[in-house]
């Protein structure tokens, strides 16, 4: 990497990341690919991934606390989907609350999971995303607005240097559905204040034995809705 020249240093990181999904593909698959089709993945990868970039831009604190300071509802055609995690410590877990809400600020679905051991609070958030993100990949609702609390994870996603821990990891895998399964979604920084539903939902979380979906408005959230929705 020292070696080539610096603008070639994407491509040549997401055919490094190719040839290794080729390789896991060979040993847990029995599935081989062509130079051609590791080249192509790559240079799609590169090309998804420089369009989501192209399209956002990050916000300084400043301008996302003058910005986002109380819940609004997403544009028309869209969904938005509020994300938090909670920590507690004397139980050593972390609580995700992921709540989805559509153009009409209606109440579609929510979920509520907690995960062990403790993380750090960066990589609890991080995990939090994932966790909504992969969800909603599921559901299949694609036009999504991610709302986090959380600025190193935003500014993480857009455009800040990642290194190899824990927090890095899980961000690459939210960079990786943004630019393949989530195109059309996005992630955005808001104020705590914006974001009570998640939260309320994060503290609920060490209540249940297991992850828990939502199908009606639980009553831990439903004066923060009817407050939003006024």
Request: glycine residues 4%.
């Amino acid at each position: 990497m020292r070696k080539i020249d610096r603008s070639q240093h994407h491509i040549v990181s997401v055919l490094m990341w190719s040839i290794w999904k080729n390789r896991n593909n060979k040993v847990w698959n029995d599935t081989n690919e062509t130079c051609q089709s590791i080249c192509e993945r790559a240079s799609t990868l590169l090309a998804s991934w420089t369009s989501v970039q192209n399209t956002k831009r990050v916000l300084t604190t400043e301008q996302n606390v003058q910005e986002v300071a109380h819940w609004t509802k997403p544009p028309p055609g869209r969904y938005k989907c509020n994300v938090d995690a909670t920590f507690f410590e004397s139980m050593d877990m972390v609580g995700v609350g992921i709540c989805i809400r559509d153009e009409h600020m209606a109440f579609v679905l929510a979920r509520m999971e907690c995960f062990t051991p403790m993380l750090e609070v960066d990589t609890g958030d991080a995990l939090g995303l994932l966790t909504a993100m992969q969800w909603v990949k599921d559901l299949q609702l694609y036009n999504m607005d991610f709302e986090v609390d959380s600025k190193m994870v935003v500014d993480s996603i857009y455009g800040k240097q990642l290194g190899v821990s824990n927090f890095s990891v899980t961000i690459k895998d939210c960079i990786h559905l943004l630019c393949t399964d989530l195109v059309n979604s996005d992630v955005k920084f808001i104020r705590r204040q914006a974001n009570e539903v998640a939260h309320s939902l994060a503290r609920e979380a060490p209540s249940i034995a297991s992850f828990h979906i939502l199908y009606y408005i639980p009553s831990c959230i439903e004066p923060i809705i009817i407050n939003e929705m006024h």
